[in-house]
C-alpha cells in the first residue's frame, strides 16, 4: 500500500480495476488482495478512495486481514483482503464478517505430505556456488547432523556466521580446507565474503542471495528466495515441486520453461488461502438476492489477532 499520494503510480491500475469492476460490471461480490500495511498508518489515503468509491457505488466494505501460515501452509505470507459487498436493501449495511482461520502445521508436517517419489519437476533447485560453501562450512565447524540444532540457526546461514563473529573462519576454510571446489568458485566466494566484511565495517548492512533453513514456518515465497531456501533436511535445497506445492498447486501440475518461469511461483496467494476467501464470501452469496441498497459500512477483521 503506498503511503501517500506521491506514489499514486503503484496503486493507480488496482484503484482503476475497482472503480470499473463496481460501476461497470456491479458484482454482487468484488475481492482482491494488498499488502499487509493496507490496515495500518500507511494504507490510509488508499482506503479513503476505496470507501468512497463503495459509497458512490452503493457497497459495504472488508478489510481482512491474514497470513497464508493460518491456511494450512508453512508459508509466513501476511496479506490484506478488500471485499466490497452488495447487501439486500432491507438489511443494515453492515459487511459480512469473515470467520477466523487458525489451521497451523509446521515445515516437517507439510513437507512429509509431499510426494518424493514423483520424480517430476523434483531436482532441486540450482543455487549459488557460495552457499554450498557456506553448507559445508556449518556442517564442518558444528556436525553434520548437529548444526540444525544451534538455537540461533533460523535464517540465513550467513547472518549465523556474522553473528557468531565466524567470516575470518569461514575465509580460512575456504583457503585451506576446502577442496571439493574450484579455484574460481573459491575465489568469487572470497571476494563476495570480503565484501560483507567491508560493509559491517562500515556498519552497513549488506543484501545478498544466501542460503537460509528455517525450522519452524518458511517466509513468503519469492523469486530472489527460491534458489535459497533448504529443505527441512537440510541437506539440499528446496525443488520445484516442493515450491509449487507451498503455492497450493496439485504435485501433477507441471511448470512449463523450469528455469525461466520458476520466479513466477511466488507471486501469487496460496491456494488453500485463496479458497478460504473465497468460501467465506459465497456465505455471503448464499444469502443475497437483487433488492439493493445504497448506504456503505466498513468493517476490518484481522485473522492474525484474531479481532
Keep these: 500500500a503506498a503511503k501517500d499520494d506521491t506514489k499514486e503510480e503503484r496503486n493507480c491500475n488496482m484503484v482503476w480495476l475497482a472503480y470499473y469492476t463496481l ?28 470507501e468512497k468509491m463503495a459509497k458512490e457505488s452503493g457497497y459495504s466494505l472488508l478489510y481482512y486481514k491474514t497470513d ?9 505470507r501476511p496479506r490484506t483482503f ?3 459487498y452488495k447487501h439486500n436493501k432491507n438489511e443494515n449495511q453492515v459487511p459480512f ?23 517430476t519437476q523434483n531436482e532441486p533447485i540450482k543455487s549459488s556456488p557460495h552457499n554450498y560453501i ?9 556436525g553434520k547432523d548437529d548444526w540444525k540444532n544451534q538455537e540461533r540457526i533460523n535464517g540465513s546461514l550467513m547472518k549465523f556466521i556474522i553473528e557468531k563473529n565466524l567470516l575470518d573462519d569461514l575465509i580460512s576454510f575456504i583457503e585451506n580446507e576446502c577442496t571439493n571446489y574450484s579455484e574460481d568458485i573459491k575465489s ?57 506445492s507451498l503455492m497450493g498447486m496439485p504435485e501433477e501440475f507441471t ?4 528455469s525461466t518461469n520458476l520466479p513466477k511461483i511466488g507471486q501469487n496467494v ?15 452469496l448464499n444469502n443475497w438476492n437483487d433488492d439493493r441498497g445504497t448506504e456503505t459500512n466498513v468493517k476490518f477483521q484481522d485473522n492474525i489477532k484474531k479481532k
Design 23 to 50: 460501476n461497470v460490471i456491479k458484482p454482487k461480490v468484488y475481492c482482491f488482495e494488498n499488502a499487509p500495511t493496507l490496515m495500518g498508518s500507511r494504507g490510509v489515503t488508499l482506503r479513503k478512495k476505496f
Design 68 to 76: 497464508t501460515k493460518f491456511h494450512e501452509n508453512c508459508q509466513q
Design 82 to 84: 478488500v471485499i466490497f
Design 97 to 119: 464478517l469473515f470467520d477466523f482461520e487458525d489451521k497451523q502445521i509446521s515445515i516437517v508436517d507439510f513437507f512429509n505430505k509431499i510426494d518424493n517419489d514423483n520424480l
Design 134 to 142: 557456506v553448507i559445508d562450512y556449518i556442517k564442518n565447524r558444528f
Design 188 to 244: 568469487k566466494t572470497l571476494k563476495y565474503i570480503n565484501h560483507i566484511k567491508y560493509k559491517k565495517s562500515l556498519d552497513m548492512n549488506y543484501y545478498g542471495d544466501d542460503v537460509c533453513y528455517f525450522k519452524k514456518v518458511f517466509p513468503s515465497v519469492q523469486f530472489r528466495s527460491i534458489p535459497n531456501m533448504l529443505h527441512p533436511s537440510g541437506e539440499r535445497i528446496c525443488s520445484c515441486l516442493e515450491y509449487l
Design 255 to 258: 511448470l512449463y520453461g523450469n
Design 270 to 284: 496460496p491456494v488453500k488461502t485463496a479458497k478460504f476467501i473465497v468460501e467465506q464470501a459465497i456465505k455471503h
